[in-house]
Every structure is written in C-alpha cells, then in structure tokens.
C-alpha cells in the first residue's frame, strides 16, 4: 500500500512539473503575462539575446542565445500595474506608421547607403522565443504590447521578459554573418532590492565597510559613515585639513511615476547598480549621492547599505546605533564627537565641532544646506547648496556658496563671503 501511495505522489509532482513548464499559446500567453505585469512594481534586468546571422540575401539564419557580457551594462525596465516604466503604450500600427515615417524623412540617405528595413514575422520571433525558451508561441501580433519608446513588442511569464524586435536595418556596409537581434531577454530575479520602505530613523547609526566585500575595483578607501536626521555624514581627510561632508538621504517613493521614471541620475544610477547585482525599486528606495564624486549610497535593510561608483559596489554594516541624535542647539558644547569602534580601535567619524557648525549653518542660512565643513586653525569653512537632493533634483547644478564659522565660548558665528 505505501508503495501504490508513493507512485501516486512521483505521478502527481511529474504532472504538475510538466504543466507548469507547458507552452502558452495564443491570447492564453497573452493574458498570463497581462496579469503578471499587473504586479506593482518588478524590476527586469538584461541577462541575454537571441542573435541571428545575416545571410548573404540579407535574411536570418542560425539564431543563438547569447549571455550578456559582465563587461556590458544591462538595459533596466521597471513595469508596475500594467505600465513599463513611464513610456507609452501604441498599437502595432502605429509602429509601423513611425516606422514608415522615419523612412520617408530619411530616403535620401537611405537611397544612397542602400539602407533597407526588413520587417520579422510571426514564424521567426516564435523561433527567436523558442531560442530563449520562453515556451511561448505567438498566433497574432496584437499579443504583444508595443511602446512607443521602445518600438518592439513585449510578452511576459514568469520571472522573463520578452523584448522583441519589430525589424532590422541593412545597407551597403552590411556583412554576411553580422549579428542581428530578434528578442532580449530579461529576467526579475537578477538583483537585490531593498525589501521594506524603512524610515530615516531605522538607518540612523555609525556605518562601516565589511572587509572584502568589495565588487569591482575600488579607487578609493572607503569611510566610516555617520547617518543621523536623514543625512550621512562622512569624513574627508585632505593634507593637514579635516572635512566633513553631509549627503541628503533622499526618499524615492515620494516621487511621482512621472518624475521617478524621467529623473536623469535616477535612471544613471539604476543602471550603474544593475551592474553589480542591486536595483533601486521606487517604492522602498531611501539613498544618497555624492555631488561631487558622485557614489550612491543605497540602503538595503536597517543593517545593510552598499555604496556605488562607476567601478565598484562596496558593502557597509551598521557596527552601532545612534545615541547622539543632533538637534540645532544654541550651544556648541551640546554636540558630542561621533566615534566608530571601541578602545584602540575607536576612530572619529565627525567631531562634535563640526556637527555644531553644520546645525548652525543651517539655522542662519535659510534657504540652503551646508554640504561640507572643513577645519583649518580653528576656523571652519563651510561650503553650501541650495539643495543636497542630488538624485530627484541632479539638473539642478547650482554653483555652492562659502563662508567661514568660528566657534567661541559655545558660540558658532557664521559669515558668508
């Protein structure tokens, strides 16, 4: 009996594996991805593309999956209820008429490159998609959802995202053999995200890089960082002199779709973070970046930050809370120095000094934000922005303002230039 009972489960797990790996046809493949990208909010990274070789009549032939590159970038797109980023949705002939359109203003330099546009059919996508097996097979163009950003066709299951190509070009520079592109593949499952939108409370504390853990290569040394009321405090040592420099913590999910989708360094930086595993979801993403050196600093979890550059993704580990909690205050004495560690190995993040400058710049100067305080014999020069959102609001590249702040019986005195 317990045999007849363990057939019966190796059956029943054989069927529902098979039919979960089944082929979706039709308006069916349709309407499963439709629902799949109803979801909130799912970030499709790049991972692969299906390639055809030109033949020497300029057709395709021998089509091949091909893996992404480490050394390339990868295309992000980020659908939520229904919608891909903050394009627009077009029929498919109105790609064509686009299409149409584009040729007729160019003619003349198509006629002299012998420049031709060759349109896909149903019969070689499905064959691209069989390629990145996807299971998919497509009886109607009107399956696919067309962008007018894009101008391919789009179809999800699962955890993939299909982009398929509406045509291919060819001209007198063409070459038998040359890779031309029918699907991209993309998948949700390519990078970590931050799980939970947490507040500016849960990221306070004294940050440290974990040793090693380091993507990429690292051109500079990475510093202890003091995050407290929304801001990240780092240190910055230049010859004799000690800076400190401040970044805004910013909070994406207050942005509008709009505004989230068109931010310029939103997006830059989205596509630097795909890089090496991470993406920034509108919806949970609390980050800083650096102005000038221009690392983002993306907080995963209470405990988890990673930092990206151009070239590397450095890892940060919350090693204490915050028991300062800076608040503006008359008294300059009020503001303790701020140190990571313990006994010998106890080093200063920031001084109590230097908190107390950046307070009171920011009760004098209304209407700005001290961005850097560097200390030289007892003075301190103060650098300022109107702005520190450098994320939201990066087209916004003012020039910063300067003075000099003293510290005198608990007193700051600010001065502009």
């Not at 140190?339 to 009171?360: D, E, N, P, R």
Request: with cysteine; net charge positive; aromatic share 8%.
């Amino acid at each position: 009996m317990r045999k007849r009972w363990m057939l019966g489960l190796v059956v029943l797990t054989t069927l529902l594996t098979a039919c979960g790996h089944k082929t979706l046809t039709g308006d069916t493949a349709k309407k499963q991805s439709a629902t799949r990208l109803q979801k909130k909010e799912t970030i499709w990274v790049e991972t692969s593309t299906v390639q055809g070789s030109l033949t020497s009549t300029h057709g395709i032939k021998k089509l091949q999956l091909t893996p992404l590159a480490k050394t390339d970038t990868p295309e992000v797109l980020t659908t939520h209820k229904g919608q891909y980023n903050d394009y627009t949705k077009i029929s498919r002939q109105a790609v064509v008429a686009s299409a149409k359109q584009v040729r007729a203003q160019n003619a003349s330099t198509d006629k002299d490159l012998n420049n031709q546009e060759h349109y896909f059919t149903l019969a070689q996508l499905n064959a691209a998609l069989k390629q990145a097996k996807a299971k998919i097979v497509l009886t109607s163009w009107h399956q696919l959802t067309y962008l007018k950003e894009v101008g391919g066709g789009m179809i999800a299951r699962g955890n993939k995202l299909y982009s398929l190509q509406f045509s291919y070009m060819t001209s007198k520079f063409s070459q038998t053999g040359q890779a031309i592109p029918l699907c991209t593949v993309y998948s949700s499952k390519a990078v970590q995200t931050p799980a939970k939108h947490l507040s500016n409370q849960a990221h306070a504390g004294v940050w440290r890089a974990e040793p090693g853990k380091v993507q990429g290569t690292q051109t500079a040394a990475a510093t202890d960082l003091y995050v407290t009321g929304g801001m990240i405090y780092k240190p910055v040592t230049a010859g004799i002199a000690t800076s400190a420099e401040r970044l805004q913590v910013e909070d994406l999910a207050k942005l509008s779709n709009k505004q989230f989708y068109s931010a310029v360094n939103v997006q830059a930086v989205q596509r630097k973070a795909v890089r090496f595993g991470y993406a920034m979801p509108h919806s949970t993403t609390r980050a800083a970046t650096d102005k000038v050196l221009g690392t983002t600093y993306l907080f995963m979890s209470k405990t988890k930050l990673v930092a990206i550059s151009d070239g590397s993704a450095a890892l940060y580990k919350k090693i204490a809370p915050d028991k300062e909690k800076p608040q503006p205050h008359a008294n300059a004495k009020a503001y303790k120095t701020v140190y990571a560690g313990k006994g010998g190995t106890k080093m200063q993040v920031i001084s109590g000094q230097q908190l107390a400058v950046f307070m009171a710049v920011d009760q004098a100067v209304k209407g700005t934000k001290a961005a850097a305080v560097m200390d030289m014999d007892g003075k301190y020069m103060v650098s300022s922005y109107q702005s520190l959102t450098n994320l939201a609001q990066y087209n916004q590249q003012e020039n910063p303002t300067s003075g000099v702040a003293v510290i005198k019986n608990g007193k700051v005195t600010y001065t502009a230039d």
